[in-house]
């Protein structure tokens, strides 16, 4: 019996992953709703991985980690005034939350060229916070453009009134001049988001920086099935 509901749940957990890309608005929205204290744990726990070592980088570290968590805590703010449609939410409110999103990149970059390589270790758990607040980030970005309507993320994000601006600062995705009808692979890249769930990316990033960096692990939120914590795996 125990094996038998244990199937059921893997198969659940395996599913659900995939249920917000099937078009469903609030598991979506709940989706990216989760994710974004994942992001600002990992981001924050920089700083544990740098404060043993030269004070003033510390202090630079934490400033920018600082701002990291600001943005992501306002996308999440903004999201959620949007909850039951963010379809509806103004073009302005979207193009906030793609503002913010830029700058978490930019932060971010900001951390990692801070901390520079005069310590490989410290170098390397760093770029493995940064890595998997980027992959969270750029995850919540698909999810975001593809819940706007196409006008809207087109106006804001591709270029019309804002040349050369594209969601997330990422390079524009259209299709190729050699032919202009072609797809090309970075046209499907564009609206498809990892396939990683941010519980997955916080496990990963624990398992490396858990032997240098312990105090830098991060809390992995339980997976939870139709609103219900799965008390298989979770925690650190």
Same mark, same amino acid.
Do not use: H, W
């Given at each position: 019996?125990?094996?038998?509901?244990?199937?059921?749940?893997?198969?659940?957990?395996?599913?659900?992953?995939?249920?917000?890309?099937?078009?469903?608005?609030?598991?979506?929205?709940?989706?990216?709703?989760?994710?974004?204290?994942?992001?600002?744990?990992? @981001? &924050?726990?920089?700083?544990?991985?740098?404060?043993?070592?030269? #004070?003033?980088?510390?202090?630079?570290? &934490?400033?920018?980690?600082?701002?990291?968590?600001?943005?992501?805590?306002?996308?999440?703010?903004?999201?959620?005034?949007? *909850?039951?449609?963010?379809?509806?939410?103004?073009?302005?409110?979207?193009?906030?939350?793609?503002?913010?999103?830029?700058?978490?990149? &930019?932060?971010?970059?900001?951390?990692?060229?801070?901390?520079?390589?005069?310590?490989?270790?410290?170098?390397?758990?760093? #770029?493995? @916070?940064?890595?998997?607040?980027?992959?969270?980030?750029?995850?919540?970005?698909?999810?975001?453009?593809?819940?706007?309507?196409?006008?809207?993320?087109?106006?804001?994000?591709?270029?019309?009134?804002?040349?050369?601006?594209?969601?997330?600062?990422?390079?524009?995705?259209?299709?190729?001049?050699?032919?202009?009808? #072609?797809?090309?692979?970075?046209?499907?890249?564009?609206?498809?988001?990892?396939?990683?769930? @941010?519980?997955?990316?916080?496990?990963?990033?624990?398992?490396?920086?858990?032997?240098?960096?312990? *105090?830098? *692990?991060?809390?992995?939120?339980?997976?939870?099935?139709?609103?219900?914590?799965?008390?298989?795996?979770?925690?650190?």
């Amino acid at each position: 019996m125990k094996k038998c509901l244990s199937g059921i749940l893997t198969i659940l957990l395996i599913a659900l992953p995939c249920i917000p890309l099937a078009g469903c608005g609030n598991s979506v929205i709940d989706t990216v709703l989760e994710d974004l204290p994942i992001a600002v744990d990992i @981001a &924050t726990s920089v700083i544990n991985i740098v404060s043993t070592g030269d #004070a003033e980088l510390t202090k630079e570290v &934490t400033e920018y980690a600082g701002k990291v968590s600001g943005d992501l805590k306002l996308i999440e703010s903004l999201i959620g005034q949007y *909850k039951a449609d963010l379809a509806k939410a103004p073009a302005g409110v979207v193009g906030q939350i793609n503002a913010a999103l830029n700058d978490c990149q &930019t932060n971010l970059g900001a951390i990692l060229q801070a901390v520079g390589v005069s310590n490989p270790t410290v170098t390397a758990a760093v #770029a493995a @916070a940064i890595g998997s607040v980027k992959l969270i980030l750029g995850d919540v970005a698909v999810l975001v453009k593809n819940s706007v309507p196409p006008a809207v993320s087109a106006k804001l994000f591709f270029g019309v009134g804002l040349p050369g601006v594209d969601f997330m600062a990422m390079q524009p995705q259209g299709p190729s001049q050699s032919s202009p009808n #072609a797809k090309t692979t970075r046209d499907d890249a564009s609206n498809k988001t990892s396939g990683k769930s @941010a519980r997955q990316i916080a496990k990963e990033y624990n398992q490396k920086v858990s032997k240098d960096f312990p *105090k830098a *692990k991060v809390n992995v939120p339980k997976m939870k099935v139709a609103g219900i914590p799965v008390p298989i795996t979770g925690g650190r």
